[in-house]
């Protein structure tokens, strides 16, 4: 597959600027686990968070809380975030000892979403093979970068922008934009109809949602696997 190839905009009789039509290659990288990496496990990040709001923090309130707050900053939209995490400290009353009460139930859910957001945003990192693989594609003119990700897009984004990241990608699809998860095929779908280009890659962590659903749709996938480690960038620019 090409990376470098040229940018054609056909012209209509009155020799206007028609659609554009691209010999680019589309190259979609997942985020998180392909290039984000967390640094901590998640019921750490969901005690240290409660530990800002909470007098005690309990085991129990941890295994009660953590599945049920981190999917709630993937949630639809800031309400339907709010709503989940009130939901989740609502089960846990008499769990703990909240500052503004006597329970978890006291705290307020877009504090703590917020302080969440913070602890989550500290404990991933990027890699500086990732970075310069991004950074050496993005100059390309033959590439077009994009981000395909499960998730709500302000928080995709967040990331992004937390690691500098927001400068190497001209397009961002998340489930609430394609109305579907990778998975389902929505996200691929939704790229082809956006983003004109000649080939389609999808780079990421989990096969049945990088590898399998983007062959499906068309895609050429590269399964990304932890154990690969920065050599797997290195060889990414070699192979596009």
Request: with cysteine; charged share 25%; aromatic share 6%.
């Amino acid at each position: 597959m090409g990376c470098r190839s040229i940018l054609t905009r056909p012209t209509d009789e009155a020799g206007r600027g028609g659609p554009t039509v691209s010999d680019r290659t589309a190259i979609c990288f997942d985020l998180d686990e392909t290039l984000l990496f967390t640094q901590r496990s998640a019921d750490g990040i969901v005690r240290d968070a409660l530990a800002a709001h909470c007098e005690t923090v309990t085991d129990a309130m941890v295994e009660a809380l953590t599945s049920e707050l981190l999917a709630a900053l993937d949630a639809a939209d800031d309400e339907s975030a709010t709503d989940r995490v009130s939901a989740a400290l609502d089960q846990t009353e008499g769990d703990g000892s909240a500052r503004a009460g006597s329970s978890p139930a006291s705290v307020d859910p877009d504090s703590l979403l917020a302080t969440l957001r913070s602890e989550v945003l500290a404990a991933t990192t990027v890699s500086d093979a990732a970075r310069e693989s991004l950074a050496t594609l993005a100059a390309d003119e033959g590439c077009i970068i994009c981000l395909l990700t499960d998730g709500h897009h302000d928080w995709q984004r967040e990331k992004l922008a937390h690691h500098d990241l927001e400068q190497y990608f001209t397009h961002v699809v998340t489930t609430a934009d394609a109305g579907g998860t990778k998975q389902s095929g929505a996200p691929y779908d939704y790229l082809r109809e956006t983003v004109a280009a000649a080939e389609y890659v999808m780079i990421g962590d989990d096969y049945a949602a990088d590898v399998e659903a983007a062959r499906a749709a068309g895609f050429v996938p590269i399964h990304y696997e932890e154990t690969d480690g920065p050599d797997f960038f290195a060889t990414l620019q070699a192979m596009l």
